[in-house]
């Protein structure tokens, strides 16, 4: 569990660096991808899920 902790941290600084630089290319996408996988499998994805529920709920066009 804390190694995979480690590398969300890691893949999440990473991926502020790359994002905040403006280097959109390949290797930007898979340090996405790989920072996607690995969040989903950590502790937090359910907050991360409440989160982008609760978000999508709100900007969601009511009928």
Do not use: D, E, K, Y
């Amino acid at each position: 569990m804390i190694l995979n902790v480690s590398a969300v941290v890691f893949f999440g600084v990473a991926l502020a660096i790359l994002v905040r630089r403006r280097q959109a290319n390949g290797f930007t996408a898979c340090v996405a991808v790989v920072f996607g996988f690995l969040l989903a499998f950590s502790s937090a994805a359910p907050a991360v899920h409440g989160i982008l529920a609760a978000a999508l709920t709100a900007l969601a066009p009511t009928r």
